[in-house]
């Protein structure tokens, strides 16, 4: 299999995943997890930048949370699953919409044993978080 197929296949997953490098720059990203942009408005972007906090929302925390997350992978070498975590999202529009994940992260290590990249993946869990009165 050659780079372009296994990019179309990572690109294919029906999930939202991005692939950071240890500068929390995305260099991949599910076309799920793209939403309507383009490729090229998110890779090579910072993940907070792509993803920023609810500026109307003095309580957000979601950056704080993930860089926190990220920080573990690095510090403890292993990935782990969050507890569902709010981290509101900018629809088509611009507009912040409350929503909850369920993220997980994992680390990606060369032959020598360092961590050179995280896989993000997240699972959407507004509408389950609602259901139960979130």
Same mark, same amino acid.
């Given at each position: 299999? &050659?780079?372009? *197929?296994? $990019?179309?296949?990572?690109? @294919?997953?029906?999930?939202?995943? !991005?692939?950071?490098? #240890? %500068?929390?720059?995305?260099?991949?990203?599910?076309?799920?997890?793209?939403?309507?942009?383009?490729?090229?408005?998110?890779?090579?972007?910072?993940?907070?930048?792509?993803?920023?906090? &609810?500026?109307? *929302?003095? $309580?957000?925390?979601?950056? @704080?949370?993930?860089?926190?997350? !990220?920080?573990?992978? #690095? %510090?403890?070498?292993?990935?782990?699953?969050?507890?569902?975590?709010?981290?509101?999202?900018?629809?088509?529009?611009?507009?912040?919409?409350?929503?909850?994940?369920?993220?997980?992260?994992?680390?990606?290590?060369? $032959?020598?044993?360092?961590?050179?990249?995280?896989?993000?993946?997240?699972?959407?869990?507004?509408?389950?978080?609602?259901?139960?009165?979130?």
């Amino acid at each position: 299999m &050659n780079t372009l *197929d296994f $990019e179309r296949l990572f690109n @294919a997953i029906p999930a939202n995943y !991005l692939v950071l490098d #240890l %500068d929390w720059q995305i260099v991949a990203v599910t076309d799920t997890c793209l939403d309507g942009r383009a490729r090229d408005e998110v890779v090579g972007r910072s993940q907070f930048e792509v993803f920023p906090d &609810n500026p109307d *929302d003095p $309580e957000a925390s979601g950056t @704080a949370t993930m860089l926190a997350a !990220l920080q573990r992978v #690095l %510090d403890e070498k292993a990935g782990h699953a969050m507890p569902v975590t709010r981290y509101d999202i900018a629809d088509a529009d611009g507009v912040f919409q409350a929503r909850y994940w369920r993220p997980v992260n994992q680390p990606v290590f060369d $032959e020598s044993g360092a961590i050179t990249h995280i896989i993000h993946g997240v699972e959407d869990v507004t509408a389950t978080v609602g259901a139960q009165g979130g």
